[in-house]
């Protein structure tokens, strides 16, 4: 399979994927169309072996299944997160302040703020509506044109501007939308994007999620190609890795791919890291496949490893006193695995050996990152799944630059060397 082709997957589903609702659904499609059969987590589960299968919560969480052919015993796994942080619209969003509808915002996770100034923003989320019969109905909404902006204040009424100076995100984010706009034109507004994108009409918004989201595509850049800029790199880029390399897999060993929402905040929630989600579809499985019992689970989650990718802070050039001088992840140079004494990853030397045994066969380069002991340190769902489950894990990502911002940049090579590793851990006979 070519690099090229699979990047240009990476950057078409990038840009469907404005929220984590809008990133499952394109995960989700690509299953059914590779024969994944999709669950109802309401109602009562038939399995057979060597069948692939999945199931979403919420909307914005997934676990698909791979199913071994000859018994239940180990599982590969690889983890990932479907949300970045970034700009949500609050309940009541419309406000109007010197002759513009404006929206109100809320902060989602620890987004980089500044970046968000002068661009040219979208909506999407979902909206949930109830139809003249009484119908409820929960849709995706994706307004993929710049619809509003965030505009800078010049810097000759803020003097001191590029001094540095806190941002209000109360008072400062909101974005102008409408000139002349009443607080009534956003629900107008979004009936009209309904029935334009759905065919619904008559109906009555009840609620809804939505964000903002720069509506500029993503892109290879470099004189050579050899850059990924584009919004919500961490972590649909890991989400997407995770993906083709469960497509690619020979299908040969038992697999799951989860994709968790809500990382970015916590992971506390019914379909986030820490809730009961993973865990739950897994037993299920077991009972039906697997030795029963909470003996015969155990067995199979302490036979069983979690590779959870998360990208991982590359050195920047014009700030290379930030990392620790002997980890410091180069861009292209190779996943990286994610090392920290205080738990803030799950690696430890056991599963970090059996990673760096999978590049050396995957014929993949691999680095190795841990944070300045005198700089914190961020986290992954990695700890929290070992910690819920029991499982092995491993910490590993894609090195990236600016993350958190609006826009963030990857390494073009790096997103076929951990495919390839992934490929060869999903493969693998053994997991020691």
């Not at 002759?99 to 979208?122: K, S, T």
């Not at 720069?214 to 800029?229: S, T």
């Amino acid at each position: 399979m070519s690099r090229e082709a699979r990047l240009e997957r990476l950057l078409d589903f990038l840009y469907r994927s404005p929220t984590p609702w809008h990133a499952v659904a394109a995960m989700a499609e690509r299953l059914d169309a590779a024969g994944f059969r999709r669950l109802d987590e309401s109602q009562a589960w038939q399995l057979s072996a060597g069948e692939r299968v999945y199931v979403t919560r919420n909307g914005s969480s997934i676990v698909a299944v791979q199913l071994p052919h000859d018994g239940l015993e180990a599982l590969r796994m690889i983890g990932a997160h479907t949300d970045s942080p970034g700009l949500r619209l609050k309940p009541h969003a419309a406000q109007t302040a010197a002759g513009w509808l404006q929206l109100g915002v809320e902060l989602y996770g620890g987004v980089l703020l500044a970046p968000w100034y002068d661009r040219d923003l979208g909506l999407a989320g979902r909206v949930h509506v109830r139809h003249p019969d009484g119908r409820l109905e929960g849709v995706l909404l994706h307004v993929d044109r710049p619809i509003a902006i965030i505009p800078s204040l010049a810097i000759h009424l803020d003097r001191e501007v590029n001094n540095g100076r806190a941002i209000n995100a109360q008072t400062q984010m909101p974005p102008v939308f409408l000139q002349g706009g009443e607080k009534g034109d956003l629900q107008r507004l979004l009936l009209e994007w309904l029935e334009a994108q759905h065919g619904i009409t008559g109906a009555e918004i009840l609620d809804f999620e939505l964000a903002l989201h720069d509506v500029q595509p993503p892109a290879l850049v470099g004189v050579e190609r050899e850059l990924v800029a584009s919004a919500r790199l961490d972590n649909l880029l890991s989400c997407f890795i995770g993906l083709e390399a469960l497509l690619e897999s020979d299908g040969s060993q038992g697999v799951v791919l989860v994709a968790n929402d809500h990382e970015e905040v916590g992971s506390a929630s019914a379909c986030g890291a820490q809730g009961p989600f993973l865990g739950d579809v897994l037993r299920r499985v077991n009972a039906l496949l697997g030795e029963p019992g909470d003996e015969g689970f155990i067995r199979l989650i302490q036979a069983s490893r979690m590779i959870s990718c998360d990208n991982a802070h590359a050195l920047h050039p014009n700030f290379t006193d930030k990392h620790d001088a002997a980890h410091g992840p180069a861009l292209n140079g190779g996943p990286v695995i994610k090392v920290n004494a205080n738990q803030r990853y799950a690696t430890n030397s056991a599963t970090s050996a059996l990673f760096r045994d999978v590049c050396r066969e995957a014929e993949v380069p691999v680095q190795t990152f841990a944070t300045r002991a005198d700089m914190g340190c961020g986290s992954t769902i990695g700890p929290i799944t070992a910690t819920e489950l029991g499982v092995p894990t491993l910490d590993v990502g894609v090195p990236q630059w600016a993350m958190h911002s609006i826009r963030e940049t990857a390494g073009a090579k790096d997103v076929e060397y951990l495919t390839r590793a992934l490929v060869t851990f999903l493969n693998r006979p053994r997991l020691s």
